[in-house]
């Protein structure tokens, strides 16, 4: 990659099993690896379509974490600044064929104490993201450990000449057993600049039923875009005060 990345990803990448057919996890005989993890697949994209970009993450010296970072890799992604961790496995995770919107979906992680889990200030340090114009963040991160909220929490914070912030809300209710989510999630994106959210995961994180609803409660990121499932996207753009 030549010159400072556009845009760094910081965040979870797992090993992702798809089934061979249709039917209930109980009942699939065979599965297919893929890769998966909102960051890394935003990485990804965006390689795929011409732009500079880092991944940033930490996966086991495990095989699954070798096949991780040689298909990220392969697309283009700056991946040098990702650690491997020997103590600690590359998290995998197992679903279903079904609609993610009905009750026949069924998901089983095994990320509990994975590598990812153990991201934090200390082994994220901000140099491998204060060199790139974008940095680009989830929610699933806050919630996989102490540590990593902990580093969302530095990454996030206010300071001189940080990367415009992207933030995508990705609310995993399993993810957050403590309840801490509504405001957890509400702080760090009214600390970016630009944050994804939707519909449905506003109303369910803060009881908010539209779109201006939603913008009342952010009202900090400059740019704000409410998804609404299949349906159009709301956008919200702070107006810059003039002279």
Known sequence: MAGPPEVVCVGESMVTFLPSRPGRL?????????????????????????????????????????????????????TG???????????????????????????????????????????????TVADARVLHLTGITAALSPDCRALLDELTRPRPGRPALSFDVNHRPALWPDGDAPRVLLDLANRADLVFVGADEAERLWGATDPRAVRALLPEPAVLLVKGGEGPVTAFERQRDTD
């Not at 005989?29 to 697949?41: K, L, Q, W, Y």
């Not at 086991?60 to 096949?67: A, L, P």
């Not at 020997?86 to 079904?98: E, I, K, L, Q, S």
């Not at 095994?110 to 153990?118: D, E, I, L, N, V």
């Open 81 to 127: 600044a990702v650690r491997r961790d020997p103590h600690r496995p590359t998290g995998v995770y197992f679903r279903t064929d079904a609609d993610r919107a009905t009750d026949a979906h069924e998901v089983v992680y095994y990320r509990a104490g994975s590598a990812a889990s153990a991201m934090s200030p200390a082994t994220v340090p901000y140099a």
């Open 26 to 78: 109980a009942d699939v005989p065979a599965f297919t690896r893929a890769v998966g993890g909102a960051e890394s697949n935003v990485a990804c994209a965006l390689a795929a379509a011409g732009h500079r970009v880092r991944w940033v993450g930490r996966v086991g010296t495990d095989g699954f974490g070798d096949h991780l970072l040689d298909t990220i890799a392969a697309y283009g992604v700056d």
